[in-house]
T-cell receptor, first 113, second 112 residues
Framework: NAGVMQNPRHLVRRRGQEARLRCSPM?????VYWYRQLPEEGLKFMVY????????ESGMPKERFSAEFPKEGPSILRIQQVVRGDSAAYFC???????????FGSGTRLTVV | AQSVTQLGSHVSVSEGALVLLRCNYS??????LFWYVQYPNQGLQLLLK??????LVKGINGFEAEFKKSETSFHLTKPSAHMSDAAEYFC??????????FGTGTSLTVIP
């Protein structure tokens, strides 16, 4: 039973390019969450999705960031026109439902050069 | 808004000594509370969770935490530290069980 799978593990992008981060939740989990971790900081909530629906995107920057969780396939976090400040570790977590706690992936470390 | 405060960004203990990592939360409703551990370049692993059952929660690797409503605290303890416990520890709170609010983390160093 594979855990939460994130890819790529490391991603390097030049300023202005697009970054696509993928997350496959654990089998049986229909809730997906994205968090961002900046150096020396805790995790900050970005967005909560269920299949084909964005439930809560209150932590997502209003511009350049988008997320989806299609009926088939992984959840995608997309960052357009990346800037140096986007450099961070992006973690995906999945859950079977409310209060069960998350299972985290190993993260994607984005570096913008 | 929810918030979590972890006192002490760095804690050092000797191998075999008591581990105490502090967490205080703000929540207007009975919360879900969690402790996670993060090893270098890895994701977060759930240590334990409180979901309004017993106030003393036992987790993996010998860790436990006690929910104290009067103190709004959920401190993490382990009687005897092991070298393999060296990691970053995060406390998290949620009132809905969905969006979590994480503390800034406590880095635990175990001294041989």
């Amino acid at each position: 039973n594979a855990g939460v799978m994130q890819n790529p593990r490391h991603l390097v992008r030049r300023r202005g390019q697009e970054a696509r981060l993928r997350c496959s939740p654990m089998k049986g989990h229909s809730h997906v969450y994205w968090y961002r971790q900046l150096p020396e900081e805790g995790l900050k909530f970005m967005v909560y999705l269920q299949k084909e629906n964005i439930i809560d995107e209150s932590g997502m920057p209003k511009e350049r960031f988008s997320a989806e969780f299609p009926k088939e396939g992984p959840s995608i976090l997309r960052i357009q026109q990346v800037v140096r400040g986007d450099s961070a570790a992006y973690f995906c977590a999945s859950s079977a439902g409310q209060g069960y706690g998350y299972t985290f992936g190993s993260g994607t470390r984005l570096t913008v050069v | 808004a929810q918030s979590v405060t972890q006192l002490g960004s760095h804690v050092s203990v000797s191998e075999g000594a008591l581990v105490l990592l502090r967490c205080n939360y703000s929540s207007s409703v009975p919360p879900y509370l969690f402790w996670y551990v993060q090893y270098p370049n890895q994701g977060l692993q759930l240590l334990l969770k409180y979901t309004s059952a017993a106030t003393l929660v036992k987790g993996i690797n010998g860790f436990e935490a006690e929910f104290k409503k009067s103190e709004t605290s959920f401190h993490l303890t382990k009687p005897s530290a092991h070298m393999s416990d060296a990691a970053e520890y995060f406390c998290a709170v949620s009132d809905t069980g969905n969006q979590f609010y994480f503390g800034t983390g406590t880095s635990l160093t175990v001294i041989p």
